[in-house]
Protein backbone atom coordinates (compact mmCIF):
# COMPACT_ATOMS: atom_id res chain seq x y z
CA UNK A 1 0.00 0.00 0.00
CA UNK A 2 1.65 3.03 -1.15
CA UNK A 3 2.20 6.30 1.87
CA UNK A 4 1.77 9.79 1.00
CA UNK A 5 3.72 11.21 -1.55
CA UNK A 6 4.68 14.75 -1.36
CA UNK A 7 5.85 16.44 -4.48
CA UNK A 8 8.40 17.85 -5.66
CA UNK A 9 11.00 16.86 -2.86
CA UNK A 10 13.09 20.36 -2.93
CA UNK A 11 12.29 23.63 -4.41
CA UNK A 12 14.04 26.89 -4.55
CA UNK A 13 12.05 29.77 -5.11
CA UNK A 14 13.28 33.65 -5.69
CA UNK A 15 10.91 36.27 -3.54
CA UNK A 16 7.92 37.23 -4.96
CA UNK A 17 7.70 34.37 -6.66
CA UNK A 18 4.61 31.82 -6.01
CA UNK A 19 4.69 27.84 -5.80
CA UNK A 20 2.31 25.01 -5.85
CA UNK A 21 2.96 22.06 -3.29
CA UNK A 22 1.03 18.59 -4.33
CA UNK A 23 -0.13 16.11 -1.83
CA UNK A 24 -1.12 12.63 -2.96
CA UNK A 25 -2.49 10.54 0.09
CA UNK A 26 -2.82 7.09 1.19
CA UNK A 27 -5.56 5.45 -1.20
CA UNK A 28 -9.00 5.81 0.03
CA UNK A 29 -8.38 8.60 2.86
CA UNK A 30 -10.41 11.57 2.39
CA UNK A 31 -8.41 13.81 4.63
CA UNK A 32 -5.61 15.55 3.98
CA UNK A 33 -3.83 17.75 6.15
CA UNK A 34 -0.94 21.05 5.79
CA UNK A 35 1.51 21.47 8.27
CA UNK A 36 4.95 24.13 8.09
CA UNK A 37 7.88 22.95 9.83
CA UNK A 38 10.43 25.67 10.68
CA UNK A 39 13.38 25.65 13.24
CA UNK A 40 11.94 29.05 15.38
CA UNK A 41 7.89 28.20 15.41
CA UNK A 42 7.95 24.09 15.02
CA UNK A 43 4.96 22.05 13.27
CA UNK A 44 2.65 24.70 12.52
CA UNK A 45 -1.06 23.53 11.08
CA UNK A 46 -2.19 25.33 7.76
CA UNK A 47 -5.26 23.57 6.85
CA UNK A 48 -7.10 20.30 6.10
CA UNK A 49 -9.36 19.49 2.92
CA UNK A 50 -11.75 16.84 4.21
CA UNK A 51 -13.97 15.49 0.85
CA UNK A 52 -12.71 18.53 -1.64
CA UNK A 53 -13.71 20.89 1.64
CA UNK A 54 -11.49 23.68 3.49
CA UNK A 55 -12.62 22.46 7.04
CA UNK A 56 -10.21 23.94 9.30
CA UNK A 57 -7.85 26.70 9.10
CA UNK A 58 -4.61 27.99 10.74
CA UNK A 59 -3.04 31.41 11.31
CA UNK A 60 -1.65 31.92 8.48
CA UNK A 61 -2.11 34.83 6.03
CA UNK A 62 -4.36 34.76 2.87
CA UNK A 63 -1.27 33.82 0.82
CA UNK A 64 -1.41 30.37 1.51
CA UNK A 65 -4.35 28.67 -0.09
CA UNK A 66 -5.35 25.20 -1.45
CA UNK A 67 -7.50 22.62 -2.68
CA UNK A 68 -8.27 19.17 -3.22
CA UNK A 69 -9.53 17.22 -6.00
CA UNK A 70 -11.87 14.53 -6.19
CA UNK A 71 -9.14 11.88 -6.31
CA UNK A 72 -8.33 13.40 -2.58
CA UNK A 73 -5.17 14.76 -3.84
CA UNK A 74 -4.49 18.24 -2.30
CA UNK A 75 -2.13 21.25 -3.72
CA UNK A 76 -1.05 23.80 -1.60
CA UNK A 77 -0.16 27.33 -3.10
CA UNK A 78 2.12 29.95 -2.10
CA UNK A 79 2.17 33.30 -3.73
CA UNK A 80 4.17 36.00 -2.87
CA UNK A 81 6.64 34.47 -1.23
CA UNK A 82 8.82 35.80 1.39
CA UNK A 83 12.15 35.11 3.27
CA UNK A 84 10.59 33.90 5.90
CA UNK A 85 8.36 31.04 4.19
CA UNK A 86 11.29 28.81 3.52
CA UNK A 87 10.42 25.82 5.65
CA UNK A 88 9.97 21.92 5.43
CA UNK A 89 6.22 21.88 4.64
CA UNK A 90 4.12 18.47 4.98
CA UNK A 91 1.23 16.86 4.29
CA UNK A 92 -0.81 14.09 6.37
CA UNK A 93 -3.80 11.80 5.56
CA UNK A 94 -6.14 10.78 7.46
CA UNK A 95 -8.61 7.89 6.21
CA UNK A 96 -11.84 10.00 8.05
CA UNK A 97 -12.66 12.29 11.09
CA UNK A 98 -10.63 12.34 13.86
CA UNK A 99 -8.62 9.29 12.03
CA UNK A 100 -4.55 8.95 12.61
CA UNK A 101 -2.38 10.41 10.79
CA UNK A 102 -0.08 9.63 8.49
CA UNK A 103 2.85 12.25 6.93
CA UNK A 104 4.40 12.24 3.67
CA UNK A 105 8.20 13.18 3.40
CA UNK A 106 7.79 16.63 3.03
CA UNK A 107 8.51 19.84 0.29
CA UNK A 108 11.65 21.54 1.44
CA UNK A 109 10.87 25.18 0.14
CA UNK A 110 13.79 27.43 -0.10
CA UNK A 111 13.36 31.21 -0.47
CA UNK A 112 16.40 32.93 -1.73
CA UNK B 1 -5.98 26.97 22.79
CA UNK B 2 -4.47 23.67 23.36
CA UNK B 3 -0.77 23.96 24.23
CA UNK B 4 1.46 20.86 24.40
CA UNK B 5 5.30 20.89 25.73
CA UNK B 6 7.91 18.43 25.95
CA UNK B 7 10.28 18.21 28.14
CA UNK B 8 13.17 17.49 27.90
CA UNK B 9 14.26 19.20 24.57
CA UNK B 10 17.21 17.22 24.01
CA UNK B 11 18.40 14.03 25.81
CA UNK B 12 21.77 12.01 25.06
CA UNK B 13 22.33 8.41 26.53
CA UNK B 14 24.51 5.55 26.44
CA UNK B 15 22.89 2.27 24.20
CA UNK B 16 21.03 -0.47 26.63
CA UNK B 17 19.32 2.21 28.87
CA UNK B 18 15.58 2.83 29.51
CA UNK B 19 13.85 6.40 28.78
CA UNK B 20 11.33 8.72 28.89
CA UNK B 21 9.99 11.22 27.40
CA UNK B 22 7.58 13.29 28.60
CA UNK B 23 4.44 15.36 26.87
CA UNK B 24 1.77 18.12 28.81
CA UNK B 25 -0.59 19.31 26.91
CA UNK B 26 -3.37 21.90 28.66
CA UNK B 27 -6.34 21.06 26.92
CA UNK B 28 -8.34 18.09 28.19
CA UNK B 29 -10.65 17.94 25.70
CA UNK B 30 -8.29 15.66 23.43
CA UNK B 31 -9.78 12.47 20.82
CA UNK B 32 -6.22 11.07 20.61
CA UNK B 33 -2.59 11.53 21.25
CA UNK B 34 -0.03 10.73 18.73
CA UNK B 35 3.47 10.16 19.02
CA UNK B 36 5.88 10.49 15.85
CA UNK B 37 9.79 9.82 14.75
CA UNK B 38 11.57 12.40 12.43
CA UNK B 39 14.96 11.27 11.47
CA UNK B 40 16.67 15.15 9.64
CA UNK B 41 15.15 16.27 6.85
CA UNK B 42 12.51 13.55 6.77
CA UNK B 43 8.69 13.43 7.33
CA UNK B 44 7.28 12.73 10.45
CA UNK B 45 6.78 8.14 11.15
CA UNK B 46 3.90 7.67 13.19
CA UNK B 47 4.48 5.44 16.54
CA UNK B 48 1.64 4.94 18.53
CA UNK B 49 -1.80 6.62 18.66
CA UNK B 50 -3.22 6.82 22.36
CA UNK B 51 -7.18 7.13 22.09
CA UNK B 52 -8.47 9.17 25.03
CA UNK B 53 -10.79 6.18 26.52
CA UNK B 54 -7.15 4.66 26.89
CA UNK B 55 -4.26 4.67 29.31
CA UNK B 56 -1.38 2.73 27.51
CA UNK B 57 -0.62 1.58 24.04
CA UNK B 58 2.50 -0.82 23.11
CA UNK B 59 4.78 -1.58 20.49
CA UNK B 60 8.14 -3.37 20.36
CA UNK B 61 10.25 -1.94 22.59
CA UNK B 62 7.96 1.78 23.16
CA UNK B 63 4.86 2.01 25.27
CA UNK B 64 3.02 5.21 25.48
CA UNK B 65 0.52 6.44 28.17
CA UNK B 66 -1.96 8.59 28.99
CA UNK B 67 -3.29 10.57 31.74
CA UNK B 68 -5.99 13.10 30.70
CA UNK B 69 -6.64 14.65 34.42
CA UNK B 70 -3.08 15.27 34.76
CA UNK B 71 -2.28 16.73 31.07
CA UNK B 72 0.06 13.90 30.58
CA UNK B 73 1.56 11.26 28.16
CA UNK B 74 5.04 10.13 27.99
CA UNK B 75 6.80 7.97 25.54
CA UNK B 76 8.56 4.85 27.54
CA UNK B 77 11.60 3.26 24.94
CA UNK B 78 13.34 -0.03 26.49
CA UNK B 79 16.91 -0.88 26.27
CA UNK B 80 17.61 2.33 23.59
CA UNK B 81 19.38 1.63 20.49
CA UNK B 82 21.91 4.25 18.46
CA UNK B 83 18.99 3.76 15.51
CA UNK B 84 16.22 5.21 18.05
CA UNK B 85 18.40 8.90 17.59
CA UNK B 86 15.64 10.93 16.07
CA UNK B 87 13.33 13.33 17.08
CA UNK B 88 10.41 12.66 19.11
CA UNK B 89 7.40 14.94 19.05
CA UNK B 90 3.62 14.03 20.30
CA UNK B 91 0.49 15.42 18.99
CA UNK B 92 -2.92 16.16 20.57
CA UNK B 93 -5.84 16.25 18.35
CA UNK B 94 -9.00 17.75 19.61
CA UNK B 95 -12.42 16.65 20.17
CA UNK B 96 -14.24 17.96 17.47
CA UNK B 97 -11.29 19.73 16.33
CA UNK B 98 -11.67 17.49 12.44
CA UNK B 99 -7.86 16.32 11.92
CA UNK B 100 -6.43 19.57 12.96
CA UNK B 101 -2.96 18.22 15.13
CA UNK B 102 -1.15 20.31 17.69
CA UNK B 103 2.41 19.72 17.69
CA UNK B 104 5.32 19.69 20.83
CA UNK B 105 8.15 20.83 20.38
CA UNK B 106 9.61 17.63 20.37
CA UNK B 107 12.27 15.87 22.07
CA UNK B 108 16.00 15.30 20.44
CA UNK B 109 17.49 11.98 21.19
CA UNK B 110 20.43 10.74 20.89
CA UNK B 111 22.07 6.97 21.38
CA UNK B 112 25.64 6.84 21.80
CA UNK B 113 27.73 3.79 22.01
Known amino acids: KAGVTQTPRYLIKTRGQQVTLSCSPISGHRSVSWYQQTPGQGLQFLFE???????NKGNFPGRFSGRQFSNSRSEMNVSTLELGDSALYLC???????????FGQGTRLTVV | KQEVTQIPAALSVPEGENLVLNCSFT??????LQWFRQDPGKGLTSLLL?????REQTSGRLNASLDKSSGRSTLYIAASQPGDSATYLCAALRRGGGNKLTFGTGTQLKVEL
Open chain 2, 27 to 32: DSAIYN
Open chain 2, 50 to 54: IQSSQ
Open chain 1, 92 to 102: ASSSGDQAEAF
Open chain 1, 49 to 55: YFSETQR
